[in-house]
């Protein structure tokens, strides 16, 4: 399903991990479309089964932008040192469920996260929870291959503070999103205990809702230990799946946002007092979707945006330089979105692309491309939510929080 690791950084990073990142895309895509195993039906039920896992994982910060790359000109390559410590509690995956089959018994769970980064007055030790959903590539005996994506909100930074930490522009702001996928190979050593040794892209950022926002990341090992309370593993369920039953509906969603962007004068590579104003984002998406599969949904859809940072006018209030957020409908952008879904249960990951076919010339250049790509989850019936980061340039733009309504089209029941 995941991952697909769209990575707002510079340039350089990106190229680097392109390559791996598509092949795990391809891997996992055509892992998730082979059909489940037919055999006699089991109509067996499972209660819950929880196992818990103990991950560590010590190595560099990639020097992705100018702070790092100073730092480790003038203070050595161990300035960017890290260690980390992760908890998690997952549920194992039985086949009561198709889409379980479909996805060869993933496990999903929560996980705590802290760490240490940087040091001297640098030192960061950061606290936070995220999401888990790891899933098998392959599997020999004992010996399992997974890929696995987290997603999750980290606090505690020692952040950019104008006053007291004005050097260190990694990051502004109290939380940040956590975002961590890759490879993971397990081997059952007992019949409660797994070890495992992962290969983990980690980046955490907050969406340009506060700038400075250059980010961290980093590409290391990660080895872990889960223990398994169980004496037997329960039987998985292989049964017939019966065939998809292709729908049409049309998914309509309010979204709204904010940015926070440098005051025109600020240069971001070289200032280390940041002089920015929020910017509210909000718009309306209209998606017509088709569901091909249990897993992919296909979509077309218009996209209409309003950005209050576009053509933006400044003044002086009481000695302030304050930016004039009156409507303007020139800020308004209209574009074509092409809209894939790859679907677990009532979790989405969502991927959109969005190619403007009306936007008003700006005194910020825009391009006329750019893309999102997020979760979206449905609370119920067909009412749904959605998170989504806007980027362009491989670079984030802001974060999307949308509400929307599914209008099905055809009504046939899987």
Known sequence: MLPIIFIFVERS??????????????????????????????STRHKIHYMYAVLAQSGQLMPTWSFMRDKYRTDGEEFGDFSSLSFQILKQTY????????????????????????????LSKPLGL???FSAPLFEWNHLRLNYYVWAGIIGNWNHYDPSKNNFNTTLAGDFTSHIDAGLQLNYKISTHF???????????????????????????????????????EPKKIKRALPKYLKNTFLDIALYGGEKELPYPECNLDTAHNFFGFHYPQFGLTAVLNRNINYVLTLGLGLHLGYDSSKNTRYRLDNGQTVADLNFRAENLN?????????????????????????????????????GKFGLKLVLWDNVYTGVQLHTFKLHA?????????????TRQSN
């Not at 392109?18 to 489940?36: D, E, G, H, R, Y």
Request: some cysteine; charged content about 15%.
């Open 130 to 132: 995220y999401g888990v």
């Open 194 to 232: 797994e070890a495992g040794i992962a290969s983990a892209f980690t980046h955490f950022s907050n969406g340009a809702m506060k700038i400075p926002n250059f980010g961290i990341n980093m590409l290391a090992p990660r080895f872990s230990i889960t223990y398994l309370p169980e004496n037997v």
């Open 95 to 122: 086949g009561d469920k198709p889409i379980e089959q479909i996805y060869h018994y993933p496990r999903y769970g929560i996980g705590v996260y802290t760490g240490n980064f940087f040091r001297d007055s640098y």
């Open 13 to 42: 990073a990106i190229m680097k991990n392109a390559s791996i990142c598509i092949v795990l895309f391809s891997l996992i895509f055509n892992q998730t479309l082979k059909p489940a195993i037919s055999v006699d039906v089991d």
């Open 334 to 370: 209209l574009g074509i979105i092409p809209s894939l879904e790859l679907n677990y249960d009532k979790i989405a990951f969502v991927l959109q692309p969005c190619f403007s076919i009306y936007k008003h010339e700006t005194t910020f250049k825009k391009p006329d491309f750019f």
């Open 397 to 409: 733009d802001f974060i999307e929080w949308s509400l929307g309504y599914r209008l099905p089209l």
